[in-house]
Nanobody
């Protein structure tokens, strides 16, 4: 499986962005999808995940109520809708995947497949 992120950019505080994760090499419905981020000088942080079945989702406390993860298996694409963006959301965002997972997902899983990342910048 290969995943490629897009949709990052520069957005003002309070603005919105939608990140996309396009998959190739396999069908995405076999995989749990996760989004991670890493800000300069900080450790990588798990942001959200969506199960391979049933649409179960999980979020880091820092983004709950502002970010929404989704998937369109017919398009082999996952998304991260980010609203009410804050300067602390500035980071490189990575799409990840792990095969299987079923009806749950966990931010703590060891995700297997990683994209190159897309930069999101929210100036203060």
């Amino acid at each position: 499986l290969h995943v490629v992120e897009s949709g990052g950019g520069l957005v003002q505080v309070g603005g919105s962005l939608r990140l996309s994760c396009a998959a190739s090499g396999d069908t995405l419905d076999h995989y749990t999808i996760g989004w991670f981020r890493q800000a300069p000088g900080k450790e990588r942080e798990a942001v959200s995940c969506i199960a391979s079945s049933d649409g179960y989702t999980d979020y880091a406390d820092s983004v709950k109520g502002r970010f929404t993860i989704s998937r369109d298996n017919a398009k082999n694409t996952a998304y991260l809708q980010m609203n009410s963006l804050k300067p602390e959301d500035t980071a490189v965002y990575y799409c990840t995947a792990i095969i299987g997972g079923g009806y749950r997902c966990r931010l703590s899983w060891e995700y297997q497949y990683w994209g190159q990342g897309t930069q999101v910048t929210v100036p203060s």
